[in-house]
């Protein structure tokens, strides 16, 4: 088990690892900030999940557009290989 205490020392020792382990990790973690600091994308409730280099982009979005949207922003980050936007506009 690994214990991370909720605040964090100025002096932080070499053993703290910060960055996601895996390339798929980094991937998702960039994807979500960039989502994060759209206002478009922010409120939306999106499952962003990597494999192999492959987004998976699951939920249900409030339009079509906001669909498109996180569709091109998965597109944008570095490193991804192919996006699979399994993302459904609400029906109203």
């Given amino acids: 088990m690994t214990y991370v205490p909720w605040f964090l ?3 932080l020792p070499p053993l703290v690892q910060f960055q996601p382990a895996s390339e798929d990790a980094r991937l998702a ?3 979500l900030d960039g989502m994060q600091r759209d206002p ?6 999106i499952c962003i999940e990597v494999q192999n280099r492959v987004v998976i ?3 249900v979005v409030t339009c079509a557009d906001v669909r498109t949207e996180a569709h091109a922003r998965a597109w944008s980050v570095p490193g991804v290989h192919d996006v699979n936007n399994r993302l459904r ?3 109203r």
Avoid: I, K, N, Q
Avoid at 40 to 45: A, D, G, I, K, Q
């Fill in 9 to 11: 020392p100025d002096d």
């Fill in 40 to 45: 478009r994308l922010r409120h939306e409730r």
């Fill in 89 to 91: 506009p609400l029906e």
């Fill in 29 to 31: 973690c960039r994807l």
């Fill in 57 to 59: 982009l699951d939920g």
